[in-house]
């Protein structure tokens, strides 16, 4: 299973960027689909989570300026950054939980490589 994302890059503070990240390989079915990231000297947080279903979670720090979404059908999960602050530079990362094959008894755990988001002041 491999997880590819785009959409990191330069941006001012208070400006938009758009990440996505899409799921190709082994898939029976995916689980939650989240984005952490990590800044430099600091551990890798979780920003925000969605599940299957639907059902969205936002690290405190995010909300009202951030949303996740996803679409089932092509394994993709975007995240949607406004009012971006400089505090939000960082590497930001796709997981994924997924269940390889109808056969496979569980679920497994994969990363994207990160994507650069700098926000300047």
């Known amino acids: 299973v491999q997880l590819v994302e785009s959409g990191g890059g330069l941006v001012q503070a208070g400006g938009s960027l758009r990440l996505s990240c899409a799921a190709s390989?082994?898939?029976?079915?995916?689980?939650?689909m989240d984005w952490y990231r990590q800044a430099p000297g600091k551990q890798r947080e979780l920003v925000a989570a969605?599940?299957?279903?639907?059902?969205?979670n936002y690290a405190d720090s995010v909300k009202g300026r951030f949303t996740i979404s996803r679409d089932n059908a092509k394994n993709t999960v975007y995240l949607q950054m406004n009012s971006l602050k400089p505090e939000d530079t960082a590497v930001y990362y796709c997981?994924?939980?997924?269940?390889?094959?109808?056969?496979?008894?569980?679920?497994?755990?994969?990363w994207g490589q990160g994507t650069q988001v700098t926000v300047s002041s």
């Open positions: 969605v599940t299957t279903g639907g059902s969205r």
């Open positions: 997981n994924a939980v997924v269940r390889p094959t109808a056969t496979s008894t569980g679920y497994l755990s994969y």
């Open positions: 390989g082994s898939i029976f079915s995916i689980n939650a």
